[in-house]
Nanobody, 116 residues
């Protein structure tokens, strides 16, 4: 069984920064892609950023230049550094990992609120 534990969410003022972390544990032999989605109230879940096992990254247009995704394979952890946060970034953020066998696993979600 694979578990993903997220941390780092919270309340921040506009223009501030947060760093999300997501660590995988359990029976997974090899992790390929890792990433983050977010879901605002009343909206569909959207991809924020992803990173392949080789380190290639992909970002939603709305976060390019402000967010940075990274991973530590030895720690089975993916990070999302979020800078210059805006009210529109307010959402629940979910991490995911994909196994080499093709399965996708999700974290429980962490709330990010950007408000003055």
């Amino acid at each position: 069984q694979v578990q993903l534990v997220e941390s780092g969410g919270g309340l921040v003022q506009p223009g501030g920064s947060l760093r999300l972390s997501c660590t995988a544990s359990g029976s997974i032999f090899s992790i390929s892609a890792m990433g983050w989605y977010h879901q605002a109230p009343g909206k569909a879940r959207e991809l924020v950023a992803s990173i392949t096992s080789g380190g290639s990254t992909n970002y939603a247009d709305s976060v390019k230049g402000r967010f940075t995704i990274s991973r530590d394979n030895a720690k089975r952890t993916v990070y999302l550094q979020m800078n210059s946060l805006k009210a529109d970034d307010t959402a629940v953020y979910y991490c995911y990992i994909e196994s080499a066998g093709g399965g996708r696993y999700w974290g429980q979600g962490t709330q990010v609120t950007v408000s003055s």
